[in-house]
């Protein structure tokens, strides 16, 4: 499997797209590497830094966009939190199956196609509307981010 960034997940919004990109480098990086290869320790703590960086900076990432969409009022909140909500129970299954199990191949694979299957749709559906009510609606003429 190959995650990559490219231009048409752009959202146009420095803040959102910089994090995005981050995101990918860290799934890519889990990705490129040869699993099979790796002793059990060694794919243990792979896993296990990507699940601790997922933890973390996702739910930072998901606050920041949910500030946007708080301070523009933006109507489908509830809905985009929704989502959010949704990938972070995931999230927290395959840590607890990780904890249970250590880095399976069926763990490593389902966290794989999770925060990439999950991360794409989520941009281009999800992450792509709200940031373009956030320029229809001139929040960045109010707001210190920048749209590109």
């Known amino acids: 499997m190959e995650i990559q960034w490219h231009?048409?997940?752009?959202?146009?919004?420095?803040?959102?797209?910089?994090?995005?990109?981050?995101?990918?480098?860290?799934?890519?990086?889990?990705?490129?590497v040869d699993l099979e290869t790796l002793e059990s320790e060694q794919r243990d703590a792979a896993l296990h830094k990507l699940l601790r960086f997922l933890g973390g900076y996702v739910i930072d990432h998901f606050k920041a966009e949910e500030e946007f969409m708080t301070r523009?009022?933006?109507?489908?909140?509830?809905?985009?939190?929704?989502?959010?909500m949704e990938f972070l129970k995931s999230y927290s299954s395959l840590v607890r199956m990780f904890e249970k199990e250590g880095a399976t191949d069926l763990i490593v694979t389902a966290t794989q196609n999770q925060a990439v299957d999950w991360l794409i749709k989520h941009i281009k559906g999800t992450d792509q509307k709200v940031?373009?009510?956030?320029?229809?609606?001139?929040?960045?003429?109010?707001?210190?981010?920048?749209?590109?």
């Open 7 to 32: 231009e048409g997940l752009a959202t146009g919004v420095d803040t959102i797209d910089k994090q995005h990109k981050e995101i990918f480098e860290r799934i890519a990086t889990l990705v490129s």
């Open 72 to 84: 523009s009022h933006y109507p489908e909140y509830d809905q985009h939190k929704k989502e959010h």
């Open 131 to 148: 940031t373009a009510f956030l320029k229809e609606s001139g929040y960045f003429t109010k707001a210190k981010d920048k749209v590109h």
